[in-house]
């Protein structure tokens, strides 16, 4: 391109030789050594021929020459180092995927009589993973879930998810109570963390009973949505310190109990979705946004809720987001059947 518009320059009128030296300049930015050396001995060609239709001077047509040479050995350099970067970070990516997916393990989009989705973004542009957590497991006692904010950022914040996470996995699947999981947490980070770090978190549990169970520490409160689609938040009954902090606050957490029949749905986030501003320095508004989007399928919804807060925020989030939900569909797993009103829709 850059040849080209000296070729019409000196066509116009004039002698531009010094541009040509902007081609394989701006060649290395997207091509390997071999199109920076292609573009450069145009260029070289280009300006020999001419230099020699306008009379230059060999003095000066060889110093032109000689700069077009040096600049097009730098940019195939340049081009060598920036392909070098590439595939280190292509590595670094890849490695941080891996860590992703054993981190936050992909969730099946039913598990038993539940329906789930789940979106995660982490604010850094190159990031994977970051310091919001969730998980979903199966256990003999029912379903259980927890979704968490770790203080801090970077490598030591995901070190902290992976020991949230860890113990909550094997926890979760072997203790009978609730409140026995989030004592585990609690004991194996009082013996981790720093004595400024904590973790917010909400974990939940459907027993086979048929109830929900919570247990909220120091987290932004659940969204309870009805069949109906009626939206209320979940505010702990018994607030209790972030996990973590239990020794400096001597408060320890309670279990709470709520209904939670065939077609209801709760909503679990972390305070990325809810600290989200907007250019006016707004904040989303989660609790009237969410009914212009619930549906009976939680990935239509997370997918439609999540669009809009990236709408809200201008394209991008300054603060990690997770959003896990989940549904429950009748008894024997099938979705309930809609009404008149909805099958007319």
């Known amino acids: 391109m850059v040849i080209a518009v000296v ?25 390997g050594p071999r199109g920076v050396l292609g573009v450069g001995l145009l260029a070289a060609a280009m300006g020999a021929t001419l230099g020699n239709e306008h009379g230059v001077p060999a003095g000066e047509m060889a110093a032109v ?8 050995a730098a940019s195939g350099l340049a081009s060598v180092l920036r392909g070098r970067r590439e595939r280190v970070l292509a590595a670094v990516r890849s490695v941080a995927e ?38 979903l497991v199966p256990t003999p006692y029912g379903v259980r879930l927890i979704v968490g904010d770790v203080r801090g950022k970077g ?16 926890a979760a699947y072997d203790e009978p109570d609730l409140l026995a999981v989030v004592d585990r947490i609690e004991r194996s980070l009082s013996r981790n963390l720093g004595p400024d770090d904590f973790v917010t978190a909400v974990i939940a549990g459907c027993p086979p009973s048929g109830h929900l169970e919570i247990v909220n520490c120091g987290h932004a409160p659940p969204l309870l949505i009805s069949a109906a689609g009626d939206v209320r938040p979940v505010e702990p009954a018994h607030p209790a ?6 020794a400096l606050s001597g408060q320890a957490p309670r279990l709470q109990h709520l209904s939670f029949t065939a077609g209801d749905q709760l909503l679990l986030y972390t305070d990325g979705v809810t600290e989200a501003r907007d250019h006016a320095r707004a904040f989303y508004p989660l609790v009237e946004g969410l009914p212009r989007h619930v549906s009976d399928d939680p990935v239509r919804t997370l997918t439609a809720l ?27 797993g099938t979705a309930p059947v809609p009404s008149q009103a909805e099958a007319a829709l």
């Open 7 to 31: 070729a019409f320059l000196d066509v116009a009128g004039g002698v531009w030789l010094p541009l040509l030296a902007a081609g394989p300049a701006l060649a290395a930015a997207t091509n």
């Open 65 to 72: 020459l000689s700069a077009l040479l040096a600049v097009t």
């Open 98 to 135: 891996a860590a992703q997916h054993a981190l936050l393990q992909p969730i099946p989009e039913t598990v038993g009589p539940f329906q789930v989705a789940v979106r995660y973004s982490a604010a850094a542009a190159e990031a994977r993973i970051g310091g919001d957590l969730y998980a």
């Open 155 to 170: 490598l030591p914040a995901v070190g902290t998810v992976a020991l949230v996470l860890g113990v909550f996995r094997e």
């Open 241 to 246: 310190p972030p996990l973590g902090l239990r």
């Open 306 to 332: 999540h669009d809009e807060l990236l709408a809200h925020v201008g394209g991008r989030l300054h603060d990690d987001a997770a959003l896990l939900l989940l549904r429950r569909q009748t008894a024997d």
